[in-house]
């Protein structure tokens, strides 16, 4: 259920949900795409839950006044790829070329976002398949698919049955901090947890791992503002 409420005189959409699991009232703003979120037990009135959400008020304009700014890609964009930044600019031909810092993408300006949004895909694959493979053989154990997805929640994940999925935003970020995360995902295939045993796996994979996984805290969810549509 959403609720309109005012905020500053400004009218904020408030995503309200029950919990049979929750024991108190809380709210939640989104660090990927600024969504309010009122989480409430079942016995608690909607009234008390919306004021709730009104006290808080402050601490929620802070929190979306410090929200990315949404960028939406076209001709002259900047847009990341590997940690360095491209201007996307009018190409020629059929395919997207990388050429001095530069995306040249051939087509209409209307069709330029799908075309590179297409290609970050394809590299992101390429570039992810390349990491795990090398990462599974090393540790001696197979998966059983990978998947490329537009995740919000996790840059990557493994499940019970071994199947790898990754967030296609990755190849925007440090050629690094990708490897870190098929890595990361990659130790799953042995240990399906968090504990040392775990970490140790992705030591002996990757190696040292604070770097990236500070750099994906510090700027992860800025990579979630590139807009291809």
């Given at each position: 259920?959403?609720?309109?409420?005012?905020?500053?005189?400004?009218?904020?959409?408030?995503?309200?949900?029950?919990?049979?699991?929750?024991?108190?009232?809380?709210?939640?703003?989104?660090?990927?795409?600024?969504?309010?979120?009122?989480?409430?037990?079942?016995?608690?009135?909607?009234?008390?839950?919306?004021?709730?959400?009104?006290?808080?008020?402050?601490?929620?304009?802070?929190?979306?006044?410090?929200?990315?700014?949404?960028?939406?890609?076209?001709?002259?964009?900047?847009?990341?790829?590997?940690?360095?930044l491209m201007t996307v600019k009018a190409g020629q031909g059929r395919?997207?070329?990388?050429?001095?810092?530069?995306?040249?993408?051939?087509?209409?300006?209307?069709?330029?976002?799908?075309?590179?949004?297409?290609?970050?895909?394809?590299?992101?694959?390429?570039?992810?398949?390349?990491?795990?493979?090398?990462?599974?053989?090393?540790?001696?154990?197979?998966?059983?698919?990978?998947?490329?997805?537009?995740?919000?929640?996790?840059?990557?994940?493994?499940?019970?049955?071994?199947?790898?999925?990754?967030?296609?935003?990755?190849?925007?970020?440090?050629?690094?901090?990708?490897?870190?995360?098929?890595?990361?995902?990659?130790?799953?295939?042995?240990?399906?947890?968090?504990?040392?045993?775990?970490?140790?796996?992705?030591?002996?994979?990757?190696?040292?791992?604070?770097?990236?996984?500070?750099?994906?805290?510090?700027?992860?969810?800025?990579?979630?503002?590139?807009?291809?549509?």
């Amino acid at each position: 259920m959403t609720q309109q409420f005012q905020l500053s005189g400004t009218d904020i959409r408030l995503s309200v949900r029950r919990s049979a699991r929750a024991k108190r009232i809380s709210l939640r703003v989104s660090r990927l795409d600024g969504k309010v979120t009122l989480t409430m037990p079942t016995h608690v009135a909607e009234r008390e839950g919306l004021d709730f959400a009104q006290s808080r008020s402050g601490w929620i304009e802070k929190q979306l006044a410090d929200f990315p700014t949404p960028i939406q890609v076209g001709i002259g964009s900047e847009v990341p790829f590997q940690g360095s930044l491209m201007t996307v600019k009018a190409g020629q031909g059929r395919t997207v070329v990388m050429e001095n810092e530069e995306f040249h993408v051939p087509g209409g300006a209307e069709r330029v976002p799908a075309r590179l949004l297409g290609f970050l895909k394809e590299e992101a694959r390429s570039r992810l398949v390349r990491s795990v493979d090398g990462y599974s053989a090393r540790l001696g154990r197979s998966y059983s698919r990978m998947t490329i997805r537009d995740t919000r929640s996790r840059w990557g994940s493994c499940s019970s049955a071994g199947a790898l999925m990754f967030s296609w935003r990755l190849v925007l970020a440090p050629e690094e901090v990708l490897n870190y995360v098929a890595a990361h995902e990659v130790a799953h295939l042995a240990q399906m947890n968090h504990s040392p045993a775990f970490w140790a796996v992705v030591e002996q994979l990757y190696g040292p791992h604070r770097a990236e996984r500070n750099w994906l805290k510090a700027h992860g969810e800025k990579l979630h503002r590139y807009r291809f549509g």
